[in-house]
């Protein structure tokens, strides 16, 4: 089965392929979306839903796990992330592609047993899951191979890949 992991922003949207056949982990591929300040609002979104269709077209995942807003520190930075988290999910749902939620802290839960575990506890714990010490650089892409992994922990998965 493969996973589409995301995580949404207006000035990088991170994204990975996760392979997961009901007990290993592959990544096969990994990379961000990234949209200029200097561009309108629409014209950023554009971007991300064609490049969005683009990845879907090209890795035809079976499943979407994607971050999920629940709180925001920024009031500047909310809207666009949701905005941004819009066109994403219409491409979704445009290609038929069931789509999992996860908070920040329900992914670090998951994946270190602490909701408030920090980037580092996390990266190194991906780092574990795919059995590799080297890992994309930017934190977005990683925070989505991290969402990806997430479900792969779920029940739902064990439903997809009938390891159950």
Known sequence: ?????????????????????????QLLHSGSIQTSKDQRESARLLEIFNDITCIVEKYQPDICAIEKLFFFR????????????????????????PIYEYTPMEVKQILTGFGRASKKEVEQMVKISL?????????????????????TRS???MDFTGKR
């Open 1 to 25: 089965m493969k996973i589409l992991g995301i995580d949404p922003g207006m000035a990088i949207v991170g994204y990975s392929i996760v392979d997961f056949d009901g007990k290993n982990l």
């Open 74 to 97: 920024n009031r500047t930075t909310v809207m666009p992330v949701a905005h941004s988290r819009g066109v994403i999910l219409t491409v979704l749902e445009q290609h038929n592609i």
């Open 131 to 151: 059995n590799t010490d080297k890992l994309p650089k930017l934190d977005d892409t990683i925070d989505s191979i991290a969402i990806a992994i997430s479900f």
């Open 155 to 157: 029940p739902e998965a």
